[in-house]
Nanobody, 133 residues
């Protein structure tokens, strides 16, 4: 059973940074796409960033591009998302999700995750990020 544990959220002042963690268990970590989504107050869920474990390719949506870094610690089966220069617009519950890329094109898998998040079956529980102005 795929299990994802998200952590690292908290209260931070605008301009600060946070590093979110998504620890995975219950599946072979080698061929998966791990994607972060967020849902702010009164907003729809949106994709933020993703990484594919087979080739370590990173993907960033425009909302965080240039000020975020996604990375993997294979030994800890953990994906990290660091976001710098936070603004109140980044306030949201952040969720990590996973989809297998076995037998699939990793890039297409990520694109599909962002386009149809409701089709993703494995989600972490969410971690709240609050950015004060």
């Amino acid at each position: 059973e795929v299990q994802l544990q998200a952590s690292g959220g908290g209260l931070v002042q605008a301009g600060g940074s946070l590093r979110l963690s998504c620890t995975a268990s219950g599946f072979i970590f080698d061929k998966y796409a791990i994607a972060w989504f967020r849902q702010g107050p009164g907003k729809e869920r949106e994709g933020v960033s993703a990484i594919t474990t087979s080739d370590l390719k990173a993907y960033y949506k425009d909302s965080v591009k240039g000020r975020s870094t996604i990375s993997i610690d294979r030994a800890k089966t953990t994906v990290y998302l660091q976001i710098d220069n936070l603004t109140p617009e980044d306030t949201a519950v952040y969720y990590c999700s996973a989809e297998t890329t076995a037998g699939r094109d990793p890039m297409i898998t990520v694109a599909t995750m962002f386009r149809v998040p409701d089709a993703i079956t494995s989600w972490g529980q969410g971690t709240l990020v609050t950015v004060s102005s």
